[in-house]
Every structure is written in C-alpha cells, then in structure tokens.
C-alpha cells in the first residue's frame, strides 16, 4: 500500500492498494477513487450487544465501517483544514485516536473503542468515546488544524481540554477534572472540564476542538447542501439521532 | 481584470479595474470598493438566462441561484470574499472555451463570459416512501475572459484521456470541461452488509481537464 496526502490546508489521503490489499474507514469520507475498486461495508461488532449498544447509541461510534478493495486508489479526506498523518502500528501496539479523526486503517487493524470517563456532574462532560486500534498495520488520521506530539515520561503530567485530545498510546491515562475557574463559590460555578494526562507514552494534540467546527457546519450548510450518505451507524438506524442528539448535547457540556 | 489573491487560507480577491472595464459577481461576496467604482444591477434576462429557466432551476432547490448579479465597473478596486477555507483560482477563457462549475463556487467574472447555470447531474434517494431528489447545479461559462472562483479546501487537477475515468464524491467534482461525460452512479457495497448500502457517486470520464476539492 502507498500512501500520499495531497492538498496543504484540508488535506486528502490518496491510497494506492494492490490486488488483495484492503483498507476501512468512516462512512462518507472517500474524495475520489478509481472507479474499478471494490466497496463493502463491515459491521463493527466487538465487545457484543450491550458494548454495541453502548458504543453506537449513546457513543455515537459508527456500527458500519465501509471498506475498500485494490487493486485501485482511493484518496480520502475529513473536509476540514488540519494535518494527516500515518503511522505504523507493531504487532500488539495500540493506541487510541479521536472519535472522527480516523481516516482510514488497513485490514490488520483491530477495532475497538475506548472510554474516557467524565466527571459525570449534572450539565457537564459524561465522558467520551474515543477508537482504539490495535497493531499491525498502518493508520491514517486526521488532525484539526495542527498536530502538536509530546513525549511524556513515566509520571509526567499535563493538563488539556477534552476536544484537544487527537491520539496517544494506550500506556497513557486520561482523567477528566473540575478546575476551578478562582476561589471561593464563583470560582466554582464557573469551574470548566479538563482533562488530566499522565505518561508513560506519546500524546498528540489538535489545535482545533473538532466540536466547534461541527457546531459551525450545523449551523450554517443548509438541507440541499448536506452530502447524501447512508446511515454511518446503528444509532442512527435505529432512532435517527434522536437518542444521539440528546445525550450528544449532555455529553457536549 | 486583473485579479490577485490576498490571504492564504481563508482568501480575498482583490480585482483591479481599468477605466470602463465591468466585471459581474454576487454582491453579498463584496468585502469592499473605491470610491470611483460603479456599481449596478445586471439581471439574468440581461445575460441571456430566461425566467422560466431559473423558476425551473429554482422549483429543484438551488437556493444559491439569484436573479441578477452586481456589475462593477472600473476605474478601481474591489475585493470579494466567499466567507470559507479553499483556494482561488484565476482561469482565462479562451473565445468559446466552455467550463462548468459547481453552482456556489464562482467569485466574479468578466462581462465578456457568458454566464448560464444548469443542472449537470441528478439522483433520487429513496428513503422508505419518500422520494429525496438531488441535483449537481452548475455554472456554465464560456469564453473570452476571465473567471475567479473559490474551492472548498484545496484544489486537486486531473487531466483525464479520454475514456479515462475517475470516481469522485457528489459534493466533490468542482469544475469539468464540456467534454467530460458525467454519470451518477450507486456504488453499491458487496459483503455480507451490503446490500442494503449503496452510496451515489459522479463517474467522470475523459477527455478534459477536471478539479476536485477536498472540503465540503
């Protein structure tokens, strides 16, 4: 498989696959391809019913992944200005990326979710589903706006928001916290959601929090300019978002 | 006109305009003018376009199609700004070159061009009993002059033989010669969840030259 990100600004990931080679990704993410490669879709199915369930209808997390076939190209893009990146994964390495910033991953990759628990205070952050993906095999991800990696000792800590958040090994932990916006009770009640990291391992931030950017589109593209895409999930199959919607907007704090 | 690019990721057009030269754009592009330019109102029966092809453009959805365009005419300078991240492209149109771009892209152009937007391709979707009907509107622009437009993200160019063929997203075709055949097609998925998906795509086949961007 070759890779070659295209474009500077809102870059694409042309992926060039042989004869038996395989790649998934999101639904609706392919720019162009070769008309002559193949296309299925996959049912993500880890972890059984209640993690479906769990993963899907309140995560958020597409149940159907759709795959392509080489041999052919297909070049694929998040739509939106950042970085791409790939990265090899050995056998047994895993890491996790950002619901959303997955481009595509080659047919080795295993699959699955991991969840970042929240604070779980009324009308803040529940927590957030993030793609766990384990090696070998080779990824692709897009980062909103720019990519800034840092390599955290065993013990070393850093403090991030949540929509900051891109990729980091598995080695590294996540814990939401309140922080306090001062002292005293308006330091509280003004208090926003953080994200406490600790190492050993690498962590890699976006500098634009992907929610604002959906926040921006929703806002703006009319009906007539939205892409015409089959559902990306079982959550959206079954209760055409509404379910989603609601605890998106509890889970959006 | 002589048009320049100002910015970088989110870019204006700056044109500047001899004494007498008129170029047309859409007025809520307009970012600002000297004093000296003047502007008036050039409708679409002005440029050749009747009003029962608009109504029917407009009875399909294309909320983006108005019905008369600012004509700016020099001495002077006005920018234009489509509000989004993509590139600019400047293009010159030879006597009777033709492109077809995608509807809600073009920035300005010289009055010189003929102007007339059309429907490229359509779909249906069908969504149990409702019956969900999509259009690729399009400019179409013929030479001599000068056109500006904007991409949604960055601007990918294919040169495409002919019976060459490409597959793009529906959002992703930007700009396509005459001589390109365009389809839509399902690309349907196989496997054992397939069968119930299939996703509408443009088939573009060659000759020509085409663009495709990476936003939408």
Known sequence: MEIKVQGEFVPVALVQLAAGEEIYCEAGLMVYSDPSIRFAVRAMTQGGIGQIIRRTMVGGMPFFMHVYQGPGYAAFSRFSPGEVRSLELQPGQTIDIAEHSLLIATRTVQYSTFYVQGTGRIGRMIGFWMDRLTGPGTIVYHGHGNILGFDLKAGEAMDVDHGAVLRKDATVTLRAFNQPLGGGLTGHALSFEALHVEGPGRIELQTIDPSSLRAATEGGASASSAPAQPPQSLAGALTKGAVGGLLGRLGGG | ?216
């Open chain 2, 1 to 216: 006109m002589k048009a320049d690019t100002v910015g970088t990721i989110t870019p204006a057009v700056l044109v500047q305009l001899r004494p007498g030269e008129k170029i047309l754009a859409e007025h809520e592009i307009m970012l600002h003018m000297d004093g000296p330019v003047k502007i008036a109102r050039k409708t679409m029966k002005q440029l050749g376009v009747s009003r029962a092809h608009l109504m029917g453009m407009q009875s399909r959805g294309d909320n983006e199609e108005s019905y008369f365009f600012a004509e700016f005419e020099g001495p002077g300078n006005v920018t234009f700004s489509r509000d989004r991240a993509g590139e600019v492209r400047v293009l010159d149109l030879a006597p009777n070159q033709v492109v077809r771009l995608r509807s809600g892209h073009l920035i300005c152009f010289d009055e010189t061009v003929r102007y007339y937007p059309m429907v490229l391709a359509q779909w249906v979707i069908q969504r149990g009993n409702e019956r969900e009907n999509h259009y690729l509107f399009v400019d179409r622009l013929t030479g001599p002059g000068t056109i500006v437009f904007q991409s949604v993200g960055n601007v990918l160019s294919f040169t495409l033989n002919p019976n060459e063929a490409i597959r793009t997203s529906t959002e992703g075709l930007l700009l396509a010669s005459p001589t390109n055949g365009v389809q839509v097609n399902w690309m349907q998925a196989g496997g054992a969840f397939g069968g119930g998906f299939a996703q509408p795509v443009l088939d573009v086949r060659g000759p020509g030259a085409i663009m495709v961007h990476s936003g939408v």
